[in-house]
């Protein structure tokens, strides 16, 4: 079956003698009206069409939301694929699957981090100094403090590191950083990052245990 965020094609059959009496009688309005995009409600029972595809018969059907603008029955364009990612998900399927492997994947290496021992943590997104990587930053104010200037981080290692001092010999935090730098097709100023920090382990196993979350990813 269907996992926790997917989606399943399933067809509609409508027949206008299986349809409520009210909606019988307006069958061809009723149908002229459903536009692709459309999101619309069926209440039926299980048939098989004359090709032998698993259908829904319904016997109530009404539009719950209309679409209002027409969909574009291809979609190439990559500003417009970026710029407008619903109509990119709506039109090419393979990009909202994009979206559900990038999800599991995020959570297959919350899995493997925390199995080990390692702490979560989030860690500020912003800060008066920025530091962690050599690259620049976006910087703001803080009203509250007197136009406080603040800088967005580049990277989270430094405060990682702070807990380890602390005492937490094992963190890691999956979040976003921000670099006001070019940009690209590979490239974007905010991106999200892993990393995670051991205490009392050589390059060696850390090197082991990135390669054992590779494997298990």
């Keep these: 079956g269907p996992q926790s965020g997917e989606s399943v094609k399933l067809q509609v059959m409508s027949e206008k003698k299986y349809l409520q009496a009210s909606q019988s009688a307006e069958f061809q309005n009723l149908h002229r009206s ?5 999101v619309i409600g069926v209440e039926g029972f299980p048939g098989v069409s004359n090709k032998g ?22 979609l190439s364009d990559p500003n417009i694929r970026i710029r407008e990612r619903y ?14 492997l990038r999800t599991k994947v995020v959570g297959a290496i919350r ?22 990587a050599a690259a620049r930053p976006f910087s703001t104010v803080l009203n509250a403090h007197g136009k406080m200037p603040l800088r967005m981080r580049i990277a989270p290692e430094l405060f990682l590191k702070e807990l380890l001092v602390g005492g937490m010999d094992r963190v890691f935090e999956i979040g976003k950083v921000f670099r006001n730098e070019g940009i690209d097709s590979t490239h974007n100023p ?21 390669e054992a979350l590779f494997r298990h990813v």
């Design 34 to 38: 459903i536009k692709v995009g459309d």
């Design 53 to 74: 595809e698993l259908s829904v018969i319904p016997t109530n059907l009404k539009i719950l939301s209309p679409c209002l603008h027409t969909l574009p029955e291809a």
């Design 87 to 100: 109509k990119d998900m709506l039109v090419n399927p393979n990009t909202l699957d994009r979206y559900i």
């Design 111 to 132: 899995e493997f981090l925390s199995d080990l021992g390692f702490l979560e943590v989030e860690t500020p997104i912003l800060w008066p100094r920025y530091g962690g």
């Design 190 to 210: 905010e991106f999200t990052t892993v990393e995670f920090y051991q205490a009392y382990a050589d390059y060696k196993e850390l090197m082991s245990t990135t």
